[in-house]
């Protein structure tokens, strides 16, 4: 069993940034490759990157490349995302989730954190 909870949320301006954290319980933390996923207002939710299990390997939404930067710190237990140069259309609420899988998939996620609140206004 892992338990998530991401932390770092907030209201910042375009152009802004915000780093958003997760943390995770347990000693296998190490063995779930990390994913960050998103869900705005009235849409689906969906993937935002992912990092492998020993972070040697990332990827992201098109969307976001060149601005959005994951990390993790298996001896912390942790998983960073580094939002810079934020528009108003990254505003949602954002969850972090674990997997045994690679890559990442927002329907295969075998635990999610409860998400943490992002809006950038214009």
């Known amino acids: 069993q892992v338990q998530l909870v991401e932390s770092g949320g907030g209201l910042v301006q375009a152009g802004g940034s915000l780093r958003l954290a997760c943390a995770g319980s347990g000693r296998t933390f190490s063995t779930y490759a990390m994913g960050w996923f998103r869900q705005a207002p009235g849409k689906e939710r969906e993937f935002v990157a992912a990092i492998s299990w020993s972070g040697d390997m990332s990827n992201y939404t098109d969307s976001v490349k060149g601005r959005f930067t994951i990390s993790r710190d298996n001896a912390k237990n942790t998983v960073s995302l580094q939002m810079n140069s934020l528009k108003p259309e990254d505003t949602a609420v954002y969850y972090c989730?674990?997997?045994?899988?690679?890559?990442?998939?927002?329907?295969?996620?075998?635990?999610w954190g409860k998400g943490t609140l992002v809006t950038v206004s214009s």
């Open positions: 989730a674990a997997d045994r899988g690679w890559p990442p998939d927002v329907y295969g996620m075998d635990y």
